[in-house]
């Protein structure tokens, strides 16, 4: 087993009545792209919401034997915890550079940024190689192809240090090609570290999963490896559906 | 050509060209009148670069400006009038509208601003002080977007209907009649000058020192909180704390234009900090364009310049000319004149087949 990374435990989310996220426990390992499905409204970006602190909650998320909950957003970023939009949140009007330099210097002194960037820190130079962006470190994000921006959003977390990332459907919206790339990179950045990812392409998770936690109205209906949770009767039933039923049991014998 | 004007040699030669302007141009060609105008003018420079900042780049529509100008033109004022009143009457000496008001005891308050060196930390401190506190107070709840720009108007109104209500500050009528500035007498032409010369650096100082923000790793943060906040939450960094910075120096910025105001143009009461007032320098800014760093300041001077110029003609048409300007540069020219280039640029593209031709 890989070392443990973060771990939630009985994580509720309430708005107004309304459970989004009733109970789930959620153990994320360094070394495993773990994979969050499930149907729309199932709670899974509500989670992350959760653990990232945008939302409140009861339970408990921790990393590295301290405790998360109540922390301030940009905290728990500095914590550690890392994590994108369904949309690529990028700043358009800088350059890929600078959007991965203000990513890189969270913790600046006040004097540091009163000064100029004379020259591009080894990690930002080390980061564009490594999500393919070195050629347009001078163009401004806002002019990236679409799939370039969820890159560029990964690489942010990456050159902030975070060793847990939470990617909230990295490839929506990508052709055949860049999900192949966004796979890789996906393992690569595991390596160290422990990657969430929330998705709902099947054949994207099969891919690439390491773990797999189906989500069903807010509450955790399986876990395991893909095999086991394609098995899982329960899943098939509620979440895939009886069209992909035979295609589950496929990919569960193959 | 913008290459140019980035580059270290092109900095250089624009501020070299800028303080031929004002320190050689402008006092040969202006009468003392008209030089006193154009100080004054560059009173609402300063404000604009300040604005520049906070909205330009910080993305925080600060309609209320008169609150922090006010404050440095009445601590200023306030010191004005006690160096006036000790020179007639020394020490202790009431200031002369409070005696004409029949006032014989000196409001508590007052008493420090005797002091130079106090009232110059006054001028510094306070505003920029409130401004941080009125941020952390405001940034925190993540109020933005047009609820802090309501805020903010609503601030400035506040401020002059409580300054008309201050008896022991003029009141509706203000603080005016300043015989010295410092020791030295102000209605000399070459103190006039002096004090022209003064303004005319500020706004040098205050350019530079926006520059160096816009251009520092600081200056990209406010960008990239500007366009994503929450992403920069997300990243590790408290966003409310980097508006905070940019909104304070805005204020200061706003402080020191309101301190040279006052003796440049002889006379503050509530009528130039309110609403209206504080319109106005966001017009200039909007006018002459908020993204960049000098747009601001031509906008500001040429906004006066033609309040001035229309006034002086027609008295009541200047209100229907600022409406009409803004609407123009909304609908027309959301980036303002500095932009002019580059709107000319692409529409020069636009007509030019083989440009057409070239892009596909």
């Known amino acids: 087993m890989n070392a443990i990374a973060l771990s939630c435990t009985d994580i509720r989310v309430d708005f107004d009545g309304f459970t989004a996220v009733d109970g789930v426990d959620l153990t994320l390992r360094r070394g495993e792209v773990h994979f969050l499905i499930g149907p729309n409204g199932a709670g899974k970006t509500t989670l992350v ?28 970023a500095r914590a550690g915890v890392g994590r994108t939009f369904q949309t690529a ?16 210097g969270a913790a600046r002194s006040p004097w540091t940024l009163l000064r100029r960037r004379t020259s591009l820190p080894a990690a930002v130079a080390d980061t564009m190689e490594r999500i393919g962006l070195a050629e347009r470190a001078g163009a401004a994000a806002g002019t990236l192809a679409h799939g370039q921006k969820q890159w ?8 902030g240090d975070a060793d847990v990332l939470l990617l909230d459907e990295p490839i929506a919206g990508m052709g055949q090609a860049e999900r192949e790339t966004t796979g890789r990179l996906l393992h690569d950045i595991a390596a160290e570290r422990a990657v969430a990812v929330v998705e709902h392409d099947m054949d994207f998770m099969r891919a690439n999963a390491s773990r797999v ?11 395991g490896s893909v095999d086991e949770v394609s098995a899982d009767p329960k899943v098939q039933e509620v979440y895939l559906g009886a069209a992909e039923r035979e295609e589950a049991v496929d990919a569960a014998a193959a | 050509m913008s290459k140019f004007w980035e580059s270290r040699l092109g900095v250089w030669s624009g501020f070299a060209a800028a303080a031929a302007v004002l320190f050689g141009l402008a006092p040969l060609l202006l009468s003392g009148f008209r030089l006193g105008l154009f100080a004054q003018f560059i009173c609402y420079a300063i404000v604009a670069v300040g604005i520049g900042l906070a909205w330009g780049r910080g993305g925080m529509l600060t309609l209320g400006q ?11 004022a306030m010191h004005l009038k006690m160096a006036d009143a000790e020179f007639r009457g020394g020490p202790g000496a009431v200031p ?3 005696e004409l008001a029949g006032v ?13 060196v106090f009232t110059i930390a006054a001028i510094v401190l306070l505003p920029t002080g409130l401004a941080v506190l009125l941020g952390l107070a405001v940034f925190k709840r993540r109020v933005k977007g047009a609820y802090f720009a309501i805020l903010s108007q609503a601030l400035a109104g506040a401020f002059a209907i409580f300054l008309i209500g201050q008896q022991s500050l003029g009141g509706f009528n203000g603080l005016s009649y300043f015989r010295y500035f410092f020791g030295f007498t102000l ?3 070459v103190n006039q000058r002096m004090l022209y010369f003064i303004t005319a650096a500020a706004l040098l100082v205050v350019v530079a020192a926006s520059l160096q923000l816009r251009r520092s790793r600081y200056g990209e943060l406010l960008v990239a909180v500007r366009d994503a906040e929450e992403r920069v939450r997300f990243l590790g960094y408290d966003a409310a704390g980097v508006k905070v910075v940019a909104y304070a120096v805005a204020a200061l910025f706003a402080s020191i234009a309101g301190a040279l105001f006052v003796p440049v143009v002889g006379i503050i009461s509530p009528a130039s900090i309110g609403i209206v007032p504080s319109i106005m320098f966001l017009l200039g800014v909007a006018i002459g364009g908020r993204g960049t760093l000098i747009g601001p300041v031509v906008g500001a001077l040429a906004v006066a310049f033609a309040q001035t110029a229309l006034s002086e003609q027609f008295p009541s048409a200047w209100t229907y000319a600022q409406g009409l300007l803004f609407v123009c540069v909304i609908a027309l020219l959301p980036g303002g004149i500095a932009s002019i280039p580059a709107v000319a640029g692409r529409i020069r593209v636009k007509h030019r087949p083989e440009a057409v031709e070239a892009t596909t």
Do not use: C
Not at chain 1, 59 to 76: N, Q
Not at chain 2, 67 to 75: E, K, P, Q, R, W
């Open chain 1, 49 to 76: 919401d959760a653990v990232t602190g945008l939302v409140k909650y009861t339970g408990s998320v921790v990393k590295d034997g301290r405790e998360l909950r109540g922390k301030k957003v940009h905290h728990i």
């Open chain 1, 89 to 104: 949140a990028v700043f358009e009007n800088l350059t890929v550079a600078q959007n991965l330099d203000i990513a890189a």
């Open chain 1, 152 to 159: 560029l959003e990964i690489g942010m977390l990456l050159v």
């Open chain 1, 213 to 223: 936690t189906v989500l069903h109205g807010g509450a955790v209906l399986a876990a």
């Open chain 2, 66 to 76: 008169g609150v922090f100008f006010g404050m440095g033109a009445y601590l200023m």
């Open chain 2, 96 to 98: 002369d509208f409070m």
């Open chain 2, 104 to 116: 014989r005891e000196l409001p508590a308050y007052w008493v420090p601003f005797a002091s130079p």
């Open chain 2, 187 to 189: 209605n000399d032409p």
